[in-house]
């Protein structure tokens, strides 16, 4: 079992940049790869970026690719995710998610554990 709290969301002005974190709980943390997906009202949810349970691989989604970073802290299991240059496309929740793939793909139904969400807004 693992828990997830997002944080680290609010309202920005477009070219900002914001730093969300992931703070997990539970055993074995260090083993599950870990992702970030976010949703608009109304649209799918989108995938964003992941990173391995050793934090040596990470993807990134085509579409934010160069102005987002994903990195984590396996000791203080903590995830964070970096968005530089926010655009007002990029309003959304955001959700961290817990994967037993190691090395977690892009789709979200490998992702067992989800946290509650951060809301970024991105204004104009």
């Known amino acids: 079992q693992v828990q997830l709290v997002e944080s680290g969301g609010g309202l920005v002005q477009a070219g900002d940049s914001l730093t969300l974190s992931c703070s997990a709980s539970?055993?074995?943390?260090?083993?599950?790869?870990m992702g970030w997906f976010r949703q608009a009202p109304g649209q799918e949810r989108e995938f964003v970026a992941s990173?391995?349970?050793?934090?040596?691989?990470?993807v990134y989604t085509d579409s934010m690719k160069g102005r987002v970073t994903v990195s984590r802290d396996n000791a203080k299991k903590t995830v964070l995710l970096r968005i530089d240059n926010l655009k007002p496309e990029d309003t959304a929740t955001y959700y961290c998610?817990?994967?037993?793939?190691?090395?977690?793909?892009?789709?979200?139904?490998?992702?067992?554990?989800w946290g509650q969400g951060t809301q970024v807004t991105v204004s104009t």
């Open positions: 539970g055993r074995f943390v260090d083993i599950y790869g």
């Open positions: 998610a817990a994967s037993a793939v190691r090395n977690p793909p892009k789709t979200y139904r490998h992702y067992a554990y």
């Open positions: 990173v391995s349970a050793s934090g040596t691989n990470t």
